[in-house]
């Protein structure tokens, strides 16, 4: 039987050691249990939702996460547009998704990897270098797993998220995407409830943008600026947390009776993708093979999606890591959309059509855009060419009557 040895217990790699021992690959998690009581990554798509089935996890996360209908996006203080999942009914995708307090969450899927039999190594793993390209556990390591009998797993995989521990060790160059920001986060209670119940609030703000995502009992409030604009909030996290949101006038007013009820976590420079993703014996999944950027919240997804693919292409290491590039690079193009604007005018551009000539066209034209938008952000169709192409051809027009850098997320 094939053994395979995964780096990290965070989602990719509890998922995929679930998966594959639901398969019989003989697999054995390396992690020390140490996660932060803070951790980022709390508003999911709905396509994480048949991966969680897949689990037979959906009851038991159902139980600790708020019920997601879908998002709001405000690029104005007197301009929104709301996506809700139910526009997805009648396609194969759930209408719905959830918002997950991560240690909890991180937690079940830990704990169903341990319930199908998954072999433990507790320690925080070193690797080395060998043959150039490949790689193997340190002996100090392999210790911790006794029924290798000092023999190496048959595959190595890198779950260890923004760590990227294979990266680092052979010097995998990564894609640095375009934007230099800063994010901090924080929960909240008092802050005022997004409706309807559950709803992801993105907003976009003078410098950078922010999100609420609703949790059982509270808020979790983050907000994302360029570096140098974080700067003049403060020196602290806590001076340029607090200063964005008293500075934005729909943050400010919601958040108006507030109460922090967590430290502040800080997140940089995390906009990266390995340009290689797997070796001779190794391969990589989640953040540590690439994360596209928080807008949209693909995140979560793609960790557990990472999983679910190598799981059916464990004998073809590179089919697996094509399929993770191109969906990789179909949601930064999706994302990119939000960035420049264009999604935002092409927004204004139908509602002013839709004031002008109201009726059943505009409606339907409405509507149309409206699904179009919610599969692809919610994981249906995010390769889709269609779907890429129809926004390419539709952001055009959209121009005639707003610029799209107007509304651009600086
Ligand atoms: C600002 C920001 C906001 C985000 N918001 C969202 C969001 O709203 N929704 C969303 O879906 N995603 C979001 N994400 C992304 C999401 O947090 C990640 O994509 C997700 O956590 C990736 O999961 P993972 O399993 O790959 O990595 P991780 O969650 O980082 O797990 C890695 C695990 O490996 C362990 N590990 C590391 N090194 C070792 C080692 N040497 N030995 C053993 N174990 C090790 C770690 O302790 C950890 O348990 C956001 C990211 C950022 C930066």
Redesign the pocket.
Known sequence: MRTVGI????????TLASLLTMKGVDVTL???G??PDL???????PA?VPVLRKLGLEERTAAICQHKPGVTFTFSPEEQVAFCFDSLSGSPMPTYAYNAP?PAF?NLLDQRATELGVKRAK????IERVNGTGLQLAAETLEHAPWFHGRQPDLLVD?????R?FARTLEVPAEIGPRKDV?Y?AHYEGFADPMPRGQVIIGRLARGWC?R?PLRDCLSV?V?LNKDDAVQFGATPEERLEGVINHDPLLAAAGQGRRRVTEIAT?TN?QLVSRQGHGPGWVM????LG?VD?ML???????LH?AELLAERLDNLPAYSREMRKLIKAWMGLIQYFYDGRIFAMYKTGMFFEQKFPGRISETMHDFFNRKIACMASGLTTTSRFGHGMLQIMSRPAAWKTDPATLAIR
């Open positions: 780096i990290g217990s965070g989602p990719a790699g509890a390396f992690d020390d140490r996660r951790i980022v990554g709390e508003s999911l798509i994480i991560r991180d320690v925080r793993a070193k779950s260890t998220g923004r760590g521990l994010a986060f999100w995502i983050g994302v997140y995390y999944t989640g953040d540590a994360f928080p919240s693909p995140g979560m997804w793609l960790a990472s």
